[in-house]
Structure formats: C-alpha cells, structure tokens
C-alpha cells in the first residue's frame, strides 16, 4: 500500500508539472476538454445553467438539457416529468454526460422525453462559491461534509427545480455520495418525502464497513496523522479540478502513452477493478470533469462511516459532539423515514458500496420497490462503463415507464 501512495506522489510530483509538448496531437477524442456546457451543446441539446443559494451561503449550479433534439416538446409549455440526479464524490453534473449521447445517462433520459436537471454538491467545480467565504482562503468554506449537502444542498435544488417548473415532485437518480446525500435529507426532513416520485440510487455509498477497496484500511489506520498532516499544510480541499491533473492525463493516460494502464489502475483504486468495462479512451474525458473537488471532511466522514459502520452524522469527538448536537455520540440517520419508493443497484465489482452493505440498506427502507446486483459493474462503472446502457441503463428506463 504504502509503496503505491509513494509512486503515485512521485510519479505525479516528478512527471506531472511543466509544459505538454505534442499535448494537441494526443488529443484523440474530441471531447476531451469540453466543459460540460460544450459537451452538450455540441450534440445539439439545449443547455441551461441556474444557480440557487443554500441556507448557509453556498452558490449551488444546476444543470438543465429541457429535452433532446430527438424529442422535441409539442407546445411551448409542455410538462415533461422532471429528473433530479446528484453525482458522487469528487464528481459533478458531467458525470452524466461524459460518454456522450449514446451513453450517458443525461442525454438519454432526456431522448426518452424527462427533463434533465443535474446538481452540483457544495465545493465542486461548478458550485465552488459562497456568498461570504472564500474557497481559496482558510478553512471556513471547506467546513462540510455530506451531512451539509443532504441538510442544504439537496432540499434547496429540488426546492429551485420543483418552482422553476411549477411541478410537484421530481424523480431523484443519485450515484454514491449523491444517494447518501439523499438519505440523509430525508431521514431528517421526512417532509421531502412528497417532493420525491420515485428515487433510483446507484452504489449508494451509506454502509461502508463492507467495503473491499484495499487502501481504505491503510487510510483508516493513519486518518489521524494525515488530518494533522493535511492540517499543517493548510489543505482543506482535496483533489480539486486543475489543469495539473488534467495537463498530466493528456500527457500519460492517451492512447499513444505506455502509462495509459497505470492512469486506469489509479482509477481503479477507487472504486474497484473492471478492465473489460472500463473505455481507456475516455480518460482525459474523465479527468476533464473529475476530480471536481471535495472538503477534506468528506473524505474523513467517509472514513468514519467505513470505520462504524454506521450512517450518522460528522462526529467531532466527544466534547464539540455534545456542544453540536447535545450527545456524546453522533446521531444516527434513520432511514426507515425514507418513505418514496426506492429503487438499489449494487455492483458486483464494487470496492465501495459492496453488495452485503447494500442489501443491508435495502431491507431497511420502508419502500423499497426493488435491488438489483449488477455483476460486472465498479463502483463508478454505473456511470462509464462500455456496457453500461444493457446491463443497467435499460432496467431503470423501465422503472421510470412504470413508476412516473
Ligand atoms: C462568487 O459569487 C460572488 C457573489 O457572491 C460573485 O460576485 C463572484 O463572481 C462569484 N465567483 C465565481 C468564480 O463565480
Ligand atoms: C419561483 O420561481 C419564480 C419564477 O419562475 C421566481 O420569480 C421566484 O422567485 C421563485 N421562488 C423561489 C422561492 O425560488
Ligand atoms: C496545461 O497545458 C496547457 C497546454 O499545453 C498549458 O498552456 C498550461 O500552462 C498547462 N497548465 C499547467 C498547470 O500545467
Ligand atoms: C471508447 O470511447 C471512444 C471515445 O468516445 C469511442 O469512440 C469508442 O467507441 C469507445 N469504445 C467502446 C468499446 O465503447
Ligand atoms: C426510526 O423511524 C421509524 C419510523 O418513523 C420509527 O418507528 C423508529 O422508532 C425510528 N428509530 C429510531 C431509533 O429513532
Ligand atoms: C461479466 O464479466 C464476465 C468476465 O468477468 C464475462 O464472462 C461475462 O460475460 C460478463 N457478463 C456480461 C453480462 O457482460
């Protein structure tokens, strides 16, 4: 383990800085650094950019495609059923367009005639602002993790989403931390209940203890030093997007690089291994979106959450835990008040949400309408991979037909 961590900090400390020289001829995909209005406006979907405000001062973006070049509404006021999807960690809004109209989620549920709406978590790329704080400057801004994005970031989108349309409830398709988000909000605002149709989450990441990925227990062994560590060197942010990260793909990870398969084994210690899924041609379409960003509180919440094996909120230790929420302990979400009808996907690949962990959570949900365990598919498989219309695409355009 340790011998990774330092090979990848070396190879991307010695490797990765300076110029790229030949950079545009490795350009063998064409949309490797589109951003995510390009993306889709280059295949003729209409793109809309709205912006709302969080309780505690977070400039949120949400994404709109309104409906597809394929399916054009009949009427001006047309109502089209309203998608809300939330990515996950790291990820944003691109996560479900970066493989393009064939395969992307975003495009696709937009030709089958819903309206598209994709948020965008406090602290990524498109949602790095705040009305006070300064992302750039201490700690404040980065003082959150995914119990903020469920308590402000969640209600305050469908809120702006359900006005803006004049609708009454938007269906919710979440991945990974996006689907935690969701939890979260509505074991604790049971009201939003009603504001949601029918969820699809895709490897909600809300019990982690069966997690596989074999780095976490490393990262869990020393989450004291590296706090200390990351503290001491004023980092609060971790991987955001940058041109660095990006600039280094180009350079290592295209077709015509020998490093291309490190790039795809780096990917691959996320979320878990799925070489016959994974397109090693969109890596530097991937790494034009993501990393997006995320606090340094969110990957210790994470830990936590893997550590207890319980989903409750951020614990601060004992005495800032009793300050904060008058218990020693944190509280525990409870998601037995998720009443709307949920629909789990698991990846048998995942080296995050593992399959036992999911089950787990299904049989707990008062309505859950239904689990299905994807073999072939990682942990972020459910947004990339080469097969990803068959194996999951497909089922959850059924669900949608029958439960919207
Ligand atoms: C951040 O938000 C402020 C308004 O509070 C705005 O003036 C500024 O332009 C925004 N910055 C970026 C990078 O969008
Ligand atoms: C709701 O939408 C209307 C226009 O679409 C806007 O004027 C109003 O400010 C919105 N209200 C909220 C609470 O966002
Ligand atoms: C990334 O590459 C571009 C194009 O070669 C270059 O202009 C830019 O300075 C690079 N940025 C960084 C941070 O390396
Ligand atoms: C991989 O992605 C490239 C670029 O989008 C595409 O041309 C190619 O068909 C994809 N390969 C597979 C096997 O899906
Ligand atoms: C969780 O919520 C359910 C449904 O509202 C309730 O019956 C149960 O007592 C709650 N559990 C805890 C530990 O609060
Ligand atoms: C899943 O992957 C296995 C190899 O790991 C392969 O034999 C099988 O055909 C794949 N199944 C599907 C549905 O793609």
């Known amino acids: 383990m340790k011998y990774y961590f330092t090979l990848l900090i070396v190879t991307v400390y010695l490797f990765g800085r300076g110029d790229i020289r030949g950079y545009e001829d490795r350009i063998l995909n064409e949309n490797v ?29 949400i994404h709109r ?9 009949n009427q ?23 493989t393009g109209p064939e395969k992307s989620l975003g495009f ?10 994709m948020g965008n ?7 790095r602002n705040h009305t006070t704080l300064n992302p750039d400057k201490g700690s404040a801004f980065w003082d ?16 702006y989403v359900l006005n803006y349309t004049n609708q009454e409830y938007v269906t919710f398709i979440g991945h990974s931390q996006g689907s935690t988000a969701f939890f979260a909000l509505l074991s604790e605002r049971p009201e939003y209940n009603d504001k949601i149709k029918l969820a699809i989450n895709f490897a909600p990441a809300v019990y982690l203890s069966s997690a596989q990925n074999p780095y976490l227990p490393y990262v869990n062994n020393n989450i004291n030093k590296i706090k200390i560590t990351l503290k001491l060197m004023g980092i609060h942010e971790i991987l955001p997007m940058s041109p660095w990260i990006f600039n280094t793909s ?45 606090s340094a509180r969110q990957i210790y919440h994470l830990m936590q959450t893997y550590d207890t094996g319980l989903f409750r909120k951020y614990d601060f230790g004992k005495r800032k835990n009793n300050k904060i929420y008058g218990t020693p302990e944190p509280p525990t979400y409870n998601v037995s008040k998720v009443t709307v009808p949920t629909f789990l996907y698991a990846g048998g690949r995942d ?22 365990i994807v073999d072939n598919m990682s942990h972020i498989d459910f947004v990339w991979a080469i097969d990803v219309v068959p194996l999951v695409y497909e089922s959850v355009f059924e669900i949608l037909e029958k439960y919207t």
Not at 35 to 51: A, C, D, M
Not at 144 to 159: K, N, R
Request: charge should be negative.
């Open 108 to 117: 696709l549920l937009a030709d089958r005639g819903y309206d598209v709406w």
């Open 250 to 294: 180009n350079k290592f990870c295209n077709d015509d690089a020998i490093t291309q398969d490190i790039c795809m084994e780096l990917i691959f210690m996320f979320g878990g291994p799925s070489h016959d899924q994974f397109n090693k041609t969109l890596i530097n379409v991937i790494t034009t979106h993501i990393p997006a960003g995320a």
């Open 76 to 98: 001006e006021n047309e109502r089209r059923p309203v998608i809300f999807m939330l990515s996950g960690l790291w990820c944003n809004s691109g996560a479900w367009l970066l």
């Open 144 to 159: 959150f993790s995914f119990d903020e994005m469920g308590a402000y970031d969640l209600p305050v989108m469908i809120d």
């Open 121 to 127: 978590n406090r602290g990524t790329t498109h949602s």
């Open 351 to 372: 080296w995050m949400a593992d399959v036992k962990d999911v089950t787990k959570l299904s049989k707990e949900l008062p309505n859950s309408i239904g689990i299905q």
């Open 65 to 73: 495609i309104s409906h597809s070049p394929k399916n054009l509404p």
């Open 33 to 61: 650094g589109l951003n995510t209005e390009s993306l889709v406006t280059k295949y003729n979907y209409p793109f809309e950019y709205h912006s709302t405000i969080t309780e505690d001062g977070y400039i949120l973006s």
